[in-house]
């Protein structure tokens, strides 16, 4: 589509827009921006003429997006994202090291319970030191990481990315540890022998954010037969008792798994992943994402050493 120059009051709806979204529709954004549902839905009306295209749905079936409206939504987030850099920048100019502004940062799920590390004592740290700098966090699967950081919604992103991208920055962050894992009622849970061939045989679950080929050498000649893109769905397909799947030994060894998910040929079927720290190397890094960004690093060297 063809995009007229942007001017203050597109600016000024796609913050409406925005708030829409946020809050689920035009009835409960009457309450954000203090104007009628009428009022928001001539703004919006405007802003789809404005870009020549329908941003969203709203009737009986509710609200939601079309695909033109998520990209315009994604491009709005990244756009406000870059001028609140701005100001952050500004505003960290001559201020004798003081921080202020924003900072996102994006992580994937499930590693809040990683023995080693702990962003949220990360989090704590720089909050000492930036009181000021209003705080995001939030987590998703690993390519939407990527996307999130390429669009600018977050300055950091700490997750698992097999591939290496030449848009971003990458540092190691830590290990995750894997294991094959059977759920309760599987055939191979109670197994008093378990072979390697009983194992081939056997239905696999596989993480559909990693590619086959980017698999590690313990999962050949596997038969996968289902896809989950997060640690959580890959549990819920584990604990259905028909397919076996690599989980972290952080996320299994939760109390309240034990006795329902069990490890299958540790000595054979574990790897490590490496989990990464990255950020775009495109975009300057504003001042409170590189403090974050060094307290990440300086606990990934923590924990190499073995401190």
């Known amino acids: 589509m063809s995009v007229p120059a942007l001017a203050t009051v597109d600016l000024k709806l796609l ?10 529709g035009f009835a409960p954004a ?68 003081a921080l202020v502004g924003r ?17 949220s004592r990360l989090i704590a740290r720089f909050k000492a030191l930036a009181p000021d700098v209003r705080l995001t966090v939030d987590t998703a699967a690993p390519a939407r990481l990527e996307e999130m950081v390429i669009g600018g919604a977050s300055h950091l992103a700490i997750g698992y990315f097999p591939r290496r991208l030449a848009q971003f920055h990458y540092a190691r962050v830590c290990d995750v ?4 894992c059977a759920g309760e009622g599987h055939p191979l849970f109670d197994a008093p022998v378990v072979t ?17 080929e980017q698999t590690p050498d313990a999962h050949r000649g596997f038969v996968f037969t289902a896809d989950a893109h997060s640690v959580e769905a890959l549990a819920i397909l584990v604990l259905s008792g028909r397919y076996l799947a690599f989980l972290p030994t952080h996320f299994t060894r939760r109390p309240s798994y034990a006795g329902r998910i069990r490890p299958i040929l540790p000595q054979l079927y574990s790897y490590r992943s490496d989990m990464q720290l990255i950020w775009s190397r495109a975009a ?17 060297a923590r924990i190499a050493g073995g401190t």
């Open 30 to 97: 009457q309450a954000v921006l203090n104007v009628s549902a009428s009022t928001i839905s001539i703004q919006i009306a405007t802003l789809e003429k404005r870009l020549g295209v329908t941003l969203c749905r709203r009737g009986r079936g509710g609200f939601s997006l079309t695909e033109d409206g998520r990209r315009v939504h994604e491009a709005a987030q990244a756009l406000f994202g870059h001028l609140e850099d701005f100001r952050t920048h500004l505003g960290n100019l001559g201020l004798g090291g």
């Open 196 to 212: 390697p061939q009983m194992v081939r045989a056997a239905e696999h679950a596989h993480r559909g954010y990693v590619s086959v």
């Open 177 to 180: 540890e894997m294991e094959l």
């Open 284 to 300: 300057p890094v504003t001042a409170p994402a590189a403090r974050f960004r060094d307290l990440v690093l300086e606990d990934a």
């Open 103 to 119: 900072l996102t940062v994006a992580v994937m799920e499930n590693l809040i319970t990683h023995p080693d590390f702990s962003l």
């Open 15 to 24: 913050s409406v827009f925005l708030a829409v979204v946020r809050s689920g």
